[in-house]
Structures are given as structure tokens and as C-alpha cells.
């Protein structure tokens, strides 16, 4: 398992609410987060760094996953747990009031993948023939897609474009999407904050997956463009590759 983490300020922002990481077990499986805080005073830092530490410390403690439904259930237990955390410190702390963060989180073993998520934040398969992602944002511009209300293009435009029906730490329960797929060698899993989707669309991304540069050229060059088109927000991205150990490095997706 091949993996490259990345995280950007931007151009516009003073700080940066996005967290994130990808962690391995003693198995060689992996997961990887992204979340994307939200909330005043850096209170939006606070939750997506609070939600990261606690995936990695229960990560880090685990055994072997072998079943798709080990997964799952570890994923539920962990983010019930992040949400429960988080929402308790937005009531403990009046600065934190209101606070939450958008979660995408997998688990990656050598045959699949499990993903859990909540908000706008995504996840991506990359296989030999197509980029399609596997999350569905839980945006009001998503819904109103979704719906026929809008168009996607007009959706870019849209006033309330950041506004998003569900988050992690804003209310005591948390409702998230979660499923498993299975993944072949070399297939790629890309998680991102919408400060990357916002800038380029999803066929330029696959294209940059495609090169045959490493992942941290790739991952550089994804945020180098997004920061060139405005860079308006935070900037974070994931890409694991499903590798055997002694093919790590050698080429991308």
C-alpha cells in the first residue's frame, strides 16, 4: 500500500481548517482521512484536528480488518465517537460554539475499501478505465441537483454553495454514508476537500492520476493548480495506491 498526504492554506485564508492524514496498521492496511472544519475564531481547526487525532489513536490500536463488515462497524463506532467528542466541546467552550467539520474517511485493504462520510468533502476510485467518485456531497446545492431545481452550472454560482446539510460535532446524533467496494492492484483512492474540487474538474484531476509521476508529484501539482485558479480556500487531498509492499514508489495510479 502506496499512500501521499497534503494539506495548503491557499491564497486567500490565514489559516487552515482542513486536517487529515493517512495511517498504517501493523497489517500494511491503511486509512485516510480528510476533514474540512468549520466555525469562527478557529474553532473549524479545532474540530477537523479533534477529529483526525481521534481516527488515528483508535487506528493505532487496531487489528487486522478482514471482513468488509469489521470495517464498517469500526467506522461507525469511530465517528459516533468524533461526533460525540466534538459536540461536547462546542457546548464546554463558548468559542467553539457551532462548530463541526465535514468527515471522509477509508479503510484500505489489499482486496477493499470502506468509506464513511459526511458533508462535502469526497472520495474518488481511479481503476484502468474511469475516475468516479463514490461520495455524494451533502450540500443544499447537491440537493437541489439532486432535485432538478438547478443545473451543476448553475450550482457554481450559487450564492449558498457552502452550505451544508449534515456535519460531524453540530448535533448530538450524526448521520453519515457509508459503503464497501472491492479495488484491484493499482487502482487509486483519492479523498479531498471541496478547496480542490472547486478548482479542477473531475476529468483534469484524472488526468494528473494517470502521469506516470510518483504520488507526490502528483499531489503537488494538484495543489499548485488549484492555488493558480484562485486558491479561495483550504486545500487538501489523499492518494492511496493499492500496491504491494515492495512496488511502493515505483509509479502512480
Known sequence: MDGQFITDRGQMRST?????????????????????????HQAGEVASQLAVSIV???????????????????????????????????????????????????????????????????????NDTKLEQLTEDHSLVNE??????????????????????????????????????????????????DGLTNKIPDDEIETYLRTKENLEEVSNKLIQVANERGGEDNITLAIIRNVLEDEVGETTC
Not at 498504517?24 to 492496511?29: A, L, M, P
Not at 469489521?70 to 467552550?93: C, D, F, G, P, T
Not at 448535533?171 to 459503503?179: A, G
Request: hydrophobic share 40%; aromatic share 8%; glycine share 8%.
Open 16 to 40: 487552515n481548517e482542513d486536517s487529515g492524514g493517512i495511517f498504517f496498521n501493523e497489517s500494511g492496511q491503511a486509512l485516510a482521512i480528510v476533514a474540512d472544519g468549520m466555525g469562527g
Open 56 to 126: 488515528q489513536d483508535k487506528w493505532e490500536q487496531s487489528n487486522r480488518f478482514s471482513t468488509p463488515i469489521e470495517a464498517e462497524e469500526w467506522l461507525q463506532a469511530a465517528v459516533e465517537e468524533m461526533n460525540k467528542m466534538i459536540y461536547k466541546r462546542s457546548l464546554e467552550h463558548e468559542e467553539f460554539e457551532g462548530m463541526g467539520t465535514t468527515v471522509v474517511i477509508s479503510i484500505c485493504t489489499f482486496d477493499f475499501v470502506t468509506i464513511a462520510h459526511i458533508g462535502d468533502s469526497r472520495c474518488y476510485l481511479l
Open 144 to 193: 437541489l441537483i439532486r432535485t432538478g431545481q438547478i443545473s451543476k452550472i448553475d450550482a457554481e454560482q450559487h450564492p449558498r454553495k457552502n452550505v451544508l446539510l449534515r456535519a460531524v460535532g453540530t448535533e448530538e446524533s450524526v448521520n453519515m454514508d457509508m459503503e464497501t467496494i472491492n479495488w484491484d492492484e493499482n487502482n487509486c483512492l483519492l479523498l479531498c476537500s
